[in-house]
């Protein structure tokens, strides 16, 4: 067995409703009323809808008080991190909630860490070379997807529209709060694209040709793509099933603290530039890929891709040699994508022809995360996928 190391946010609650407690959560972190003043980070959905407000009237009766950030954007750019902590400095915060989907959990650890560092920005991206500490920083998902809330990975958009990642343990949160009763009320083509993008983060996780792939990361892949793929149904065409969001938002968990120590690959690297430049949600742009990519690797890691099609299809044939249970995994999870609603196609959400060498140009940049695919990808085959994609 290979030298790993895995780390993980290291108290994590699951809590029904518990977004109405938050403020004790702080207490719990030893946040005094001497250093009362709380940066809460969202964004303008999250309090248009309302999800926020129990959680802000309990940290208020608690007696801390709150510098609002509430204007976070999908894939979050650097400028808007370096406002947010600036905001944070100069109302003398002393410590940071993330409170929504990916976008706002990344840029809370980022606010957290900026805010009490004078390492520049720039000189964070990439994979630990964040210097100093943050603040104390908690983490409550409104999305079954990310698994921001137990990854040390913040992901930003730099002025180039590229995606960048800081990645050091460092930004792990102090506490998660997993709180289902947020999630009732996404809808279905949200908690679709979510959902499919926490079984991306499962599979990768466990097919990762990372240095540190480990069995701890398997272990909760598996778990997860259990959860996930018995319950995505449920949660995409009835809502308010409380033990299906649960089972979600559990499963989102699960598979990010499986990729957050054995990285993702050619997915995300081929997902982030459709994102970037098109701003098709992270979930959706994953989902569109998935199927070639793993087309692609399959001659290399039929074996895994068979071992986990269980685990998302209980039903599918194992009586047949991997090659032949890779094949009806992926052409299962294309009709998956159908079922859900999810665009089956890159000309779907308004890419064209005349931008596949766009995107396979800006896909090559992500080193960090084509490093760890089981198969070598060229230009010229994220051309390919890109195009089996279209």
């Not at 993980?8 to 009362?36: F, V, Y």
């Not at 649960?246 to 054995?262: C, E, I, K, R, V």
């Not at 701003?279 to 039929?302: D, E, K, T, W, Y």
């Not at 890159?346 to 396979?360: M, S």
């Amino acid at each position: 067995m290979n030298d790993f190391a895995f780390n993980t946010t290291p108290s994590i609650r699951q809590i029904m409703g518990g977004a109405a407690k938050l403020g004790e959560l702080i207490t719990d972190l030893q946040i005094t009323q001497a250093d009362k003043r709380i940066c809460f980070v969202t964004d303008p959905g999250i309090m248009a809808l309302g999800l926020a407000d129990a959680a802000l009237k309990h940290i208020k009766s608690c007696g801390f008080e709150i510098t609002m950030f509430d204007s976070v954007a999908a894939d979050p750019s650097s400028e808007s991190v370096l406002k947010a902590a600036q905001i944070a400095k100069e109302n003398d915060c002393h410590c940071v909630i993330g409170f929504g989907g990916g976008s706002s959990m990344d840029v809370a650890k980022m606010v957290a860490l900026l805010a009490c560092s004078d390492q520049p920005l720039d000189d964070m991206y990439g994979v630990n070379l964040v210097k100093g500490s943050r603040l104390p920083l908690i983490l409550v998902p409104t999305t079954a997807g990310t698994g921001s809330e137990v990854t040390g990975i913040s992901i930003l958009t730099t002025g180039t529209a590229e995606k960048k990642g800081v990645v050091s343990s460092k930004i792990l949160p102090d506490i998660a709060l997993l709180d289902a009763e947020l999630t009732f009320g996404l809808p279905p083509h949200v908690t679709a694209a979510t959902g499919v993008d926490a079984m991306v983060h499962a599979i990768e996780a466990y097919t990762s040709k990372s240095a540190n792939n480990n069995p701890i990361s398997k272990m909760l892949a598996l778990n997860a793509l259990d959860l996930l793929g018995a319950n995505i149904r449920t949660a995409v065409f009835d809502g308010n099933d409380k033990q299906a969001r649960a089972n979600m938002l559990l499963g989102s968990m699960m598979a990010g603290q499986a990729f957050a120590n054995s990285p993702v690959a050619a997915v995300h690297a081929l997902a982030y530039p459709i994102g970037s430049l098109f701003h098709v949600p992270h979930g959706l742009s994953n989902a569109l890929v998935l199927p070639n990519v793993m087309r692609f690797n399959a001659q290399i890691c039929a074996r895994e891709y068979a071992e986990l099609a269980p685990h998302i299809f209980p039903d599918i044939d194992l009586g047949k040699s991997d090659e032949l249970i890779t094949a009806e995994l992926i052409e299962r999870l294309v009709q998956l994508n159908i079922e859900l609603g999810l665009a089956p196609g890159l000309r779907h959400v308004g890419i064209g022809e005349k931008d596949i060498e766009k995107l396979a140009t800006d896909a090559m940049n992500q080193t960090r995360l084509l490093v760890n695919n089981p198969k070598t990808v060229t230009f010229d085959d994220a051309v390919d996928i890109y195009k089996a994609s279209y």
